[in-house]
């Protein structure tokens, strides 16, 4: 047991005497690491282009949106007539009306599935216009940070339970001014 406590003690004490040196440079100096962070949401937002670009989504969207709309609101107004016709008709007739019905629906359903599903027209039509300008972005703040010796950089934006953040570590205004847009004067600091 002596011996067990003699060996746990001389490893606690080298731990606790070259513990610090782990934590020093070749000179003597502290290596911390240098962390910052951005709010995405206000640089995007700065950016005439995405502004552009999320007005032209939100009006392709709208566009698309009326058009299934337009599309369901006939299915219904076939499926509400033969419902109401549905007794005067003979069972060729029921079953033509029922597979147009169905058949209309499922036009529908598939283009709404083409514009808004998973790899849809929309997600395309975001990836060829918003994607180049949040590469810009990246890149802005992956060179500020390569610049400042920045290890790491958070999203204030991002749902990442930051409980406080001092606004002079926020880098937002400089990756602005090094993508060339002049910082706005709206930003909560």
Known sequence: MKKLFFALTITLSITAFFSPLLWRGAGGEVLAQKTAYVDLDYILNSVPE????????????????????????EVDRL?????????????????????????????????????????????KKRQELVKPIQDKVYNAIKELAEKQLIAILFNKSADLNILFANPKYDKSD????AMGFKPGVTKEK
Not at 174 to 177: A, F
């Open 50 to 73: 995405y502004k552009s670009a999320q007005e032209q989504l939100d009006q392709i969207s709208i566009q698309w949106q009326k058009e299934i709309e337009t599309r369901l609101t």
């Open 79 to 123: 499926f509400k007539a033969f419902q109401a016709e549905e007794i005067l008709l003979t069972q060729d007739m029921r079953k033509k009306r029922e597979d147009e019905i169905i058949s209309k629906e499922k036009e529908a359903k598939e283009l709404q599935k083409q514009h808004f599903g998973v790899d849809g027209d929309l997600f």
């Open 174 to 177: 400089e990756v602005l001014e």
